[in-house]
């Protein structure tokens, strides 16, 4: 894949940037501001930019508004946001702008390596990546009908609202892939959701429920 990658500490942008590499992706554009980063995709859209929220000058959500404007305008390009903390107002937001191609993790989840990647891949292919703890969080919000779901349909729905596959989940969970799938649909079907279109789109329409 192409990427580019926005990060204003020069230390981790460094090393995301020989991490990536090392697995055959290449970076068009490293740079240390949101700014420069929407140069650069106006100049050529790369496949993925992966970009931290705060960012200079006032370290606030120059990122996050960054991330925002390139789905707007380049709905093509995946966005992988880091943050620092869990900050649920604007993984909220990210869901809001666009169907796919998006991911929000947190920067502890880059130093597990394997699991950076995999999300890198899911955006790259537009489907979504949200790290487990930001997902968590948002069950852990008191809302009905989430509240009706049973144990088990509150495991599957926490997978899947990490992007995982319905193959995944059923190994994560030892059980197969047809029960997987019954729950999902049990899921949407307590939630109110639409079970149509592909994966992934119901995958942020959860999400999506979930922050609302």
């Keep these: 894949m192409r990427l580019m990658l926005a990060e204003d500490s020069a230390l981790l942008r460094v090393g995301l940037e020989r991490l990536v590499t090392d697995e055959g992706h290449e970076v ?3 740079v240390g501001t949101a700014d420069e980063l929407l140069v650069e995709v106006a100049r050529d859209q790369p496949d993925v930019v992966v970009v931290d929220v705060r960012m200079p000058p006032t370290h606030t959500d120059e990122g996050l508004r960054a991330a925002l404007r390139i789905r707007a305008e380049w709905p093509a390009v995946g966005v992988l946001v880091l943050s620092q903390y869990v900050e649920k107002r604007y993984a909220t937001e990210l869901l809001g702008s666009t169907a ?3 991911g929000y993790l947190l920067k502890d989840r880059v130093v597990r390596v ?3 990647l995999d ?3 899911r955006v790259g292919e537009g489907r979504a990546a949200f790290d487990p703890e930001v997902v968590r969080q948002l069950l852990a919000r008191p809302a009905y009908p989430v ?3 049973t ?3 509150r495991e ?3 997978r899947m609202a990490q992007g995982q596959t319905n193959g995944r989940i059923g190994a994560e969970l030892s059980i197969s892939q047809s029960a997987v799938e019954k729950h999902v649909n049990a899921i949407f079907d307590k939630l109110g959701l639409s079970a149509e279109g592909g994966y992934s789109r119901r995958v942020l329409a959860v999400l999506r ?3 609302a």
């Design 209 to 211: 429920h979930l922050g």
């Design 28 to 30: 068009v554009a490293s």
């Design 147 to 149: 509240s009706a779901l």
């Design 100 to 102: 796919s191609g998006i």
């Design 151 to 153: 144990a088990r349909e």
């Design 114 to 116: 394997e699991e950076f």
């Design 156 to 158: 599957v729905l926490g």
């Design 119 to 121: 999300a890198l891949v």
